[in-house]
């Protein structure tokens, strides 16, 4: 069991940029694929980014390639998603989710352990 803390959420202008992190103290947070999803109001949860345990293999949705991205500092036990280029349809809350297996598209049920979000709004 992993607890994730997200933070770096805010209202942002469109074209701004945000810097999302999630704290996952533990001493195997080196065993973790970790991933970021987001929420939109009304929609389901997506998956937006997964990084591998090493950092070296990373994918993203289509929406958010080539603006959003994801990396990982294991000194520090920390994964952040770079957003940079952000639109007003960025907005949703967005989590921060640990697991075992580097599959695309993401699956929630392959991540047990989540955090409980940060806010991301973009006004255009």
């Known amino acids: 069991q992993v607890h994730l803390a997200e933070s770096g959420g805010g209202s942002v202008q469109a074209g701004g940029s945000l810097r999302l992190s999630c704290a996952a103290p533990?001493?195997?947070?080196?065993?973790?694929?970790m991933a970021w999803f987001r929420q939109k109001p009304g929609e389901e949860r997506e998956g937006v980014a997964i990084i591998s345990t090493t950092g070296q293999f990373t994918d993203y949705i289509n929406s958010v390639k080539g603006r959003f991205t994801i990396s990982r500092d294991s000194n520090n036990n920390m994964v952040y998603l770079q957003m940079n280029s952000l639109k007003p349809e960025d907005t949703a809350m967005y989590y921060c989710?640990?697991?075992?297996?580097?599959?695309?598209?993401?699956?929630?049920?392959?991540?047990?352990?989540w955090g409980q979000g940060t806010q991301v709004t973009v006004s255009s």
């Open positions: 533990g001493y195997d947070f080196d065993t973790y694929i």
């Open positions: 989710a640990a697991g075992f297996r580097f599959v695309w598209p993401l699956r929630e049920t392959d991540f047990a352990n």
